[in-house]
């Protein structure tokens, strides 16, 4: 598969947080290019950094070292604000924890991201579209508590991919899921995102669903070393980060 243009470029790029006892280094000198259309999982044991890389590449959180271009933009040279005004209507996101409004039904969880875009034409038509996709046609009104976990992760699907971003970031989306609904959710996803055209950057303990990207980025201690075979974050000890003297 070919690939056109960049929309992210990572270059040198370190995170640490201090303590008493020293430097928690979590990534150093890591670099990763993500062209346009592509899927790229970030894999790694568990305290690899992974889940931290993804955030940095979001603007979710800064760098310490490093530079990090997102959509033609430098994170580094923009505050909170403007970071979260490049991600709006441009950056999806799934996470673990399926984060749904709890006070909100199905139908409605789809539709915020649109009202909160200011979008008023067809916006329960856009979303309805949607969960029809990922089968949830009959579940439109029903609360988040009143659906199984691979039913709110469809319903998580559903909301990243309605303001058709460029990029969709997706942080261990099957973490929560029996093997059986985590395989669905995932052709869910991969299926959506073929549909889309859009950027999919995934963290993944799993393997299986590595190799069904175009890339994969691979994390020991906080570096970029790839071809070195993975471990399975169960096999691991959790934390991030290894620690330095001052």
Known sequence: M???ENVIEVRGLGK???????DLVILQDIDVSVAKGESVAIVGASGSGKSTLLGLMAGLDTATDGSITLLGKSLGDLDEE??????????????QSFQLMPHLTALENVMLPLELLGETRHVAD???KLLEQVGLGSRLAHYPKQLSGG????VA???AFVTEPAVLFADEPTGSLDTATGERIIDLMFSLNKASGATLVLVTHDLAIAQRCDTTVQLAGGRRVDGVSAVSDASEARGEGTKTPH
């Not at 403007?82 to 996470?95: C, D």
């Not at 039913?151 to 469809?154: I, N, Y």
């Open 151 to 154: 039913e709110q992760q469809r």
């Open 2 to 4: 070919s690939f056109s």
């Open 16 to 22: 640490r947080l201090h303590d008493a006892t020293g």
């Open 126 to 128: 856009r979303a309805i």
């Open 157 to 159: 699907l559903a909301r």
């Open 82 to 95: 403007g970071r979260a005004a490049l991600r709006r209507g441009a950056v999806g996101f799934v996470f």
